[in-house]
């Protein structure tokens, strides 16, 4: 089985500071993960994916996130937050056999302040 | 950029009522996925359609729901009889193949009263 958790429902920032989004995961067996961001009025678009590369994923529009395997965890971050970063933002989990179906966590509101 | 279509972006229906749910995926994916979202929740897998059949169907994909291919273009998620827990955001997904990730449709918000 595969589940995320993602800590916090909202996150609230000031314009210009650092962006942390946490997200863990649990697989029993090696996980695919993604980051995907929702603007209002869209749909899902993929921010970045860790699928056995590199623990540190770059991804667009300045986010990356970086696999910790000791920790489960895989944190979204920014070092510096854009008005337009405020959006929704959901960590997915899939295994790296079998189904492509992915499970998404319940998703982090990023609130960006002036 | 090619884009997943869902049409209509927000629909009210009453209950008990059947609805219909369309959605255009990316013209050379093989793979189409509904996932639905309730206010404040995560964002749940319904079906998976392949080869003009379901491939994979959670729990919550009963005998209310069916999807349908009609037209080689259309992709639909048809509730039957809906309830007030239908409620949601339904979002559409498709996918072209291997290890490509999903590209979504920006959803359809059903509101049942």
């Known amino acids: 089985a595969q589940s995320v958790t993602q800590l916090g429902s909202h996150v609230s920032v000031s314009e210009g500071a650092l962006v942390l989004l946490r997200c863990n995961y649990s697989?029993?067996?090696?996980?695919?993960l993604f980051w995907y961001v929702q603007y209002p009025n869209q749909g899902l678009q993929l921010l970045l994916k860790?699928?056995?590369?590199?623990?540190l994923v770059k991804g667009i529009n300045g986010f990356e996130a970086e696999f910790k395997k000791s920790e489960t965890s895989f944190h979204l971050t920014k070092p510096s937050a854009h008005m337009s970063d405020a959006a929704e933002y959901f960590c997915?989990?899939?295994?790296?056999?079998?189904?492509?179906?992915?499970?998404f966590g319940r998703g982090t509101s990023l609130i960006v302040h002036p | 950029e090619p884009e997943v279509t869902q049409t209509p972006s927000h629909q009210v229906t009453q209950m008990g009522q059947e609805v219909i749910l369309r959605c255009v995926p990316i013209?050379?994916?093989?793979?189409f996925y509904w996932y639905r979202q309730i206010l404040g929740q995560k964002v749940e897998f319904l079906v998976s359609f392949y080869n003009n059949e379901i491939s994979e169907k959670s729990e919550i994909f009963d005998d209310q729901f069916s999807v349908e291919r009609p037209d080689g273009s259309n992709f639909t998620l048809k509730i039957r009889s809906t309830k007030l827990e239908d409620s949601a955001m339904y979002f559409c997904?498709?996918?072209?193949?291997?290890?490509?990730?999903?590209?979504f449709g920006s959803g359809t918000r059903l509101t049942v009263v």
């Open positions: 997904a498709s996918r072209r193949g291997g290890d490509y990730g999903y590209t």
């Open positions: 860790y699928t056995s590369a590199a623990t």
């Open positions: 997915a989990v899939r295994t790296s056999g079998g189904s492509y179906i992915p499970t």
């Open positions: 697989s029993s067996v090696p996980p695919y």
């Open positions: 013209s050379n994916h093989l793979y």
